[in-house]
C-alpha cells in the first residue's frame, strides 16, 4: 500500500467516524426530544383535567349545565425526528412503513402450467371502452395519496398551552362574575340594601295613594285603610325588599355572604310608610 492510498484511508476512516458521531448524536437528540415533548403533554394533560374538574365544580356551584367533555383522540406516535406521526418508506421487514406486509402464503403442491389460448373476441355491437393500445386493456385514472404533511408538536404544545391559559383566564372572569350580586354588584352591602328598601318602599306608595283616596271617599273603612297603611303594606315592603335582597343581592359563590341589615330595613319600612300614611290621608 503507498503512502496515498494510506491517506485516503485514513481520510475516509475519519470521515466514517464523524458520519456515524453525527448519527449518534442526532439519534440522542431526537431521543431528548422525544422525551421532553412526551413529559410535556403529560404535564398538560394533568393541567387539563384539573381544569376540566374546575369548570364542573364551578358549573355544579353557579347553577349551570355541567359541560359535556368529548374524549380525546389518541395522538399518533412520536417519529425519531420528534414529529407526530411517520412518513411513508420503506420499513426494515419490506414494505411501507405503517402498514403490514402481507403474510406470506403456505406453498402447495407444484402444477404444471398450461399454454394459454386466446379466447376469440365476440363482436358485440354498441360503444367500446377506450384502449391504451390496439389490443390492450383499458386504461384507468386513479387519484393520488395525499402527501403526509408532518406535524411539529413544539407548535401544537404551545397553541394547547395558549388555549388552557385562555381558559383559565375565562374561569377567572367567571368565578369574579360569580362572586359578585346579580342586583348592584360594584355597590356595597349597606348601599345594595338601602337601594332595595327604598325601591319597595316606593312601590308601596301606589296602593297606599290608591287606600288614602278611597278613604277620603269613604268607600274604604278607616280601620282598614289605617291596618293596611300602616302595617300590611310597610310588612309586605320589607319582606318583599328581604327576599329579593336573598335572591339577588347574595353572590353565588364565596362563603362571606354579605349583611343584609334587616332590623334597618324594617325601621325604615315601617317609618318611611308611616310618614307617607299622613301625606295620604291628610285632606
Not at 390492450?136 to 387519484?143: A, D, M, R, S
Amino acid at each position: 500500500m503507498t503512502m496515498q492510498g494510506f491517506d485516503e484511508y485514513a481520510t475516509l476512516a475519519r470521515h466514517l467516524h464523524e458520519l456515524q458521531r453525527s448519527g449518534e448524536r442526532t439519534t440522542e437528540q431526537a431521543a431528548a426530544r422525544r422525551e421532553s415533548t412526551g413529559d410535556a403533554i403529560d404535564q398538560l394533560g394533568q393541567r387539563l383535567t384539573l381544569q376540566q374538574q374546575r369548570l364542573t365544580e364551578l358549573a355544579q356551584l353557579i347553577g349551570e349545565p355541567v359541560p359535556q367533555w368529548n374524549a380525546p383522540a389518541p395522538l399518533p406516535p412520536l417519529s425519531v425526528t420528534g414529529h407526530l406521526g411517520a412518513p411513508a418508506g420503506p420499513s426494515p421487514q419490506g414494505g411501507v412503513a405503517g402498514q403490514e406486509a402481507y403474510p406470506e402464503l403456505a406453498a402447495g403442491v407444484d402444477r404444471v402450467a398450461l399454454a394459454a389460448t386466446p379466447a376469440p373476441t365476440p363482436s358485440v355491437p354498441g360503444p367500446r371502452l377506450p384502449m391504451s393500445g390496439a389490443d390492450g386493456p383499458p386504461t384507468q385514472q386513479f387519484p393520488h395519496p395525499a402527501p403526509v404533511v408532518p406535524v411539529n408538536p413544539d407548535a401544537e404544545l404551545d397553541l394547547a398551552y395558549r388555549a388552557t391559559a385562555a381558559a383559565d383566564e375565562a374561569a377567572e372572569r367567571v368565578e369574579s362574575q360569580a362572586g359578585q350580586p346579580a342586583f348592584l354588584p360594584t355597590s356595597s352591602p349597606l348601599g345594595r340594601a338601602l337601594a332595595a328598601y327604598l325601591i319597595f318602599i316606593v312601590a308601596a306608595n301606589i296602593p297606599q295613594a290608591l287606600l288614602g283616596g278611597g278613604y277620603k271617599s269613604g268607600s274604604v273603612g278607616a280601620f282598614t285603610a289605617l291596618a293596611w297603611m300602616l302595617a300590611g303594606l310597610p310588612a309586605l315592603a320589607f319582606f318583599g325588599a328581604y327576599i329579593s335582597l336573598t335572591i339577588w343581592g347574595r353572590p353565588r359563590l364565596g362563603a362571606n355572604q354579605p349583611n343584609l341589615y334587616a332590623r334597618l330595613g324594617f325601621f325604615l319600612c315601617f317609618l318611611a310608610l308611616a310618614i307617607t300614611t299622613c301625606f295620604w290621608v291628610t285632606p
